[in-house]
């Protein structure tokens, strides 16, 4: 069955110091994966996404993930964070736009809070 | 934004009434989706949609249906609401084709159920 984990719930880390959010995930085949960010009362803006080729993915903002098919994972990393950062961060599982397969399902999120 | 809106944007009904969402889009995009978001759950996934009237259940599809007569118009309704079913429900697009695959988001409404 697909189901994405975000183990986290709520991370409180320093100004300046590095991030990473955990995102475990089940899929029968290669997925697509990605990471959202939503600010307090905001929509959710797309951070970055994996679908194919090189598993660490680029994304907005600083943010990089790690795509690691033998741990089901794809964590998200940032080497400093800015306050500007604090948010909720949902990960998310999907396949390729066929038909039934073009279903995305997301984790319950990890809030972050930044550390003056 | 990628053209989408949501009608209405808040509503307030008694449970046993019915109740319909609309998403609206305007960019012809062939697939469509209804989640809720719920604290401590994230979104979840109620309905999507892969083109006109073609439609399948998602996570917690009980007490929800869909029709999608035309491209640009995925409604939600809730036949007959409770009070479990008050929640901030986001619908999305999602554009295709590997490097261009996102979801975009509409700006949500916000159900209250009494």
């Known amino acids: 069955a697909q189901s994405v984990t975000q183990p986290d719930i709520h991370i409180t880390v320093s100004e300046g110091a590095s991030l990473e959010l955990r995102c475990n995930y089940s899929y029968g085949a290669t997925p697509y994966l990605f990471w959202y960010v939503q600010s307090p009362g905001q929509g959710l803006q797309l951070l970055l996404k994996?679908?194919?080729?090189?598993?660490l993915v680029q994304g907005i903002k600083g943010f990089e993930a790690e795509f690691k098919r033998s741990q089901s994972s794809f964590n998200l990393r940032k080497p400093s964070v800015h306050w500007s950062d604090a948010a909720e961060y949902f990960c998310a599982v999907g396949g390729g736009v066929y038909s039934s397969a073009s279903k995305i399902i997301f984790g319950s999120g990890t809030r972050l809070s930044i550390r003056p | 934004d990628a053209g989408i809106t949501q009608s209405p944007r808040h509503k307030v009904t008694e449970t046993g009434t019915p109740v319909t969402l609309r998403c609206h889009q305007t960019e012809n995009h062939r697939y469509m989706y209804w989640y809720r978001q719920d604290p401590g759950h994230g979104l979840r996934l109620i309905h999507y949609?892969?083109?006109?009237?073609?439609?399948d259940k998602g996570e917690v599809s009980d007490g929800y249906s869909v029709s999608r007569s035309k491209t640009e118009d995925f409604l939600l309704t809730l036949e007959s609401a409770t009070s479990s079913q008050t929640s901030v429900y986001f619908c999305?697009?999602?554009?295709?084709?590997?490097?261009?695959?996102?979801?975009?988001f509409g700006p949500g409404t916000r159900l209250t159920v009494l």
């Open positions: 949609s892969y083109g006109v009237k073609d439609t």
């Open positions: 994996y679908f194919s080729g090189d598993t």
């Open positions: 999305a697009i999602r554009t295709t084709g590997g490097a261009t695959d996102t979801q975009y």
